[in-house]
């Protein structure tokens, strides 16, 4: 069974950064897309990010283009998300989730596409 991992969610001030990191174990990032979602309290789960390796592309929400990146890092079989110029807003439980890609590579953020979740990790956004 697919085991996913989550860390590096923590407490930051306004402005600054944190880097999640998604460690997945039992299957080959290969063949899986890896999409990256944030459940604030009181909201619905959202999708944030997601990458398909084997395509080298990447997809991201409009909330988030131009201060988050997602990576793959192939060394350690983990996807990352590299999260910059941090808000309140972005304040939530994130989770990293995973879907067979197919023979299909077009991104979805939506949550009821993917099948394997990590427990999450909480990030805070205060000062």
């Known amino acids: 069974q697919l085991q996913l991992v989550e860390s590096g969610g923590g407490l930051v001030q306004p402005g600054g950064s944190l880097r999640l990191s998604c460690a997945a174990s039992?299957?080959?990032?290969?063949?899986?897309?890896i999409g990256w979602f944030r459940q604030a309290p009181g909201k619905e789960r959202e999708g944030v990010s997601c990458?398909?390796?084997?395509?080298?592309?990447?997809y991201y929400a409009d909330s988030v283009k131009g201060r988050f990146t997602i990576s793959r890092d192939n060394a350690k079989s983990t996807v990352d998300l590299q999260m910059n110029s941090l808000q309140p807003e972005d304040t939530a439980v994130y989770y990293c989730?995973?879907?067979?890609?197919?023979?299909?590579?077009?991104?979805?953020?939506?949550?009821?596409?993917?099948?394997?979740w990590g427990q999450g990790t909480q990030v805070t956004v205060s000062s």
């Open positions: 039992k299957f080959t990032l290969d063949y899986y897309a």
């Open positions: 990458i398909i390796s084997r395509a080298g592309s990447t």
């Open positions: 989730a995973a879907r067979p890609t197919g023979s299909s590579w077009t991104h979805t953020l939506s949550p009821d596409d993917y099948s394997s």
